[in-house]
């Protein structure tokens, strides 16, 4: 016989929320038990019982003081009944429950509800997923009583810290965060998924009729990202680019060379727009990040990173092609090459093509020099000489440096010309 939670609440529970004093009713319906179980059945309904009223007894609201009155009231028996309880005999036999109605002496007055605190400093991290999620991680200081719910609105709450809120208007305000909750000491802390853009957290502790009390509310959230970023290197600058969201006037720029300090830098929109986005890269590559910022009283909003690579400067490469052996060596020419930094595993490629035309490619014309795995060392010149044949003269010489990709060849105009 299969355990209905839902039912059980419904057609158990539900009904004891409004009475006092001793839980009337059937003690069997109220344990669960129905007539033709065995002991083996009955022993596994009190354990799903007793499981749902222990999960329940901690929350708040009337259901919540009926499993904790029915824990209560299982304790007594289990210590008078014990294992008799597990008997189908026992259960046709109930012992009658002498638990009176409470009552309270003519100058005798309740005990006054204990006030339940507001939560203070919220602290809320909000870190983006990218353009249209992120994670917020919630801490704050654990009360001393109540459950602490945390809710996400547009707008912050119109009632201040610390003012009783009633369940229904409690309902009707942003919405619930849910998440497991980790505890660290004196703290708790959740961490949930949430839509991009800025929100506003606030904290109610709850009490025993589904009400809360207001706590401090925090804003936090992802500011719109930057789109069509772009970088342009000029020598050893980078020039940055992109169009700016209409809610955003700040960006944070970060950037990490491959070697080197990471640099930072916060600029305006009217910065940009002024001077523009100029970063000193040097010769080497890196990565480039913009975040755009949103200023709150609460903080800075970050928007999801947008980034770009900058590929390094490989360094100048100039060769040079003299003729060599003298006027009537016509062909005989020399590949002079010099670099103005070390550079190793260079792929060379000289090649001639007939004609006016300068070859725009490696590919372009008859391959005269093929060389893999070069070091150049800076200050040392590099040669070998080479004949240009017949059939590519009158025409035009280049070299290219086919890898790695970075290095700035500069040509000899004056000598690239063969007749």
Known sequence: MTFDSRAYLRDVVNPLRDQVGALPGDLARHYGVEPGMTSTEIADRLGRVREFWEQRQGGSGAAARVCARMLDRD????????DRMHSPDWWTSLPEEEEAPEEFEEDEEPEPVKPVAHVERLRVTVT??????????????????GRVSIRRSPVPPVWPPGTPVRAADLRGFGEPLAGDRLTVGPESQIAVRVPGGPHVYTPFTLDDQGGGVVGEPVSAGVADSVQQLRARRTGSEVVLSW???PSINLVDITFTPADGPVQRRRMTRGEVAEQGCRIPAGTGGGRITVCAVTRTRDGDLLSAPRSVTVEGVGGTLTYRLPKVGGPLSRGRRMLRVTVDRTCEGVELRLVAVPGNALPARPDAG?????????????????????????????????????????????????EMKVS
């Open 75 to 82: 304790e007594i028996l289990r210590r008078d009944h014990g």
């Open 128 to 145: 983006a997923e990218d353009q249209d999620t992120a994670i917020a991680h919630i801490a704050w200081r654990t009360p001393p009583s």
């Open 243 to 245: 169009i700016w969201p």
């Open 366 to 414: 008859e391959t005269l020099l093929h060389f893999t795995g070069l070091r150049f060392e800076a200050g040392t010149p590099w040669e070998v000489p080479f004949t240009v044949p017949r059939r590519s003269r009158p025409g035009r010489l280049r070299c290219f440096v086919v890898s790695p990709r970075g290095i700035r060849v500069v040509d000899p105009i004056d």
